[in-house]
């Protein structure tokens, strides 16, 4: 995997405000964030997408985000928030090194926009792919 900010972020070469850190995981304020309090969340583990993450370091991750999401949401008094992680390029991520974004939704204006573009599920193509998609977890 290619070098990146977060990875010198971790290595303490570029500064951030760093909210948490442990053996595994890592927590600091985004550069350029949506609302106050927004906070990115990564394992140190170099994996640059969730499919490639270890058990160990995502297992370390979902111990700490319900507590790292409770603190930003009493530190900013924002009730609601989206916890966001984006894996490639098309699907907006822009730094290769995986990361989660808990971004407080303090009003409609501030926080996270999300485009939706639902479909109907068809029954059928439904039940194929849930079948396909189950024969494929190792
Ligand atoms: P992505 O689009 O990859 O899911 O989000 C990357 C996030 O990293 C963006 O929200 C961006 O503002 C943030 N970011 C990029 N470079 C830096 C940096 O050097 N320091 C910090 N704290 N955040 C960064």
Redesign the pocket.
Known sequence: MADT??G??IRGE?P??KVYEDDKVLA???????SDG?T?VIPKEAAETMDQLSDESAAALGRVLPRLCRAVIAATGAREYNL???NGRGA?????HL?F?IIPKPNHREGLGIGWPARILDRDAAAALAKKIAAAIK
């Open positions: 900010v977060f010198r972020i570029f951030c405000h600091f304020l985004d550069i350029n964030p949506l927004h990115l966001l992680q984006n907006h991520q822009a730094v290769a990361h974004h």
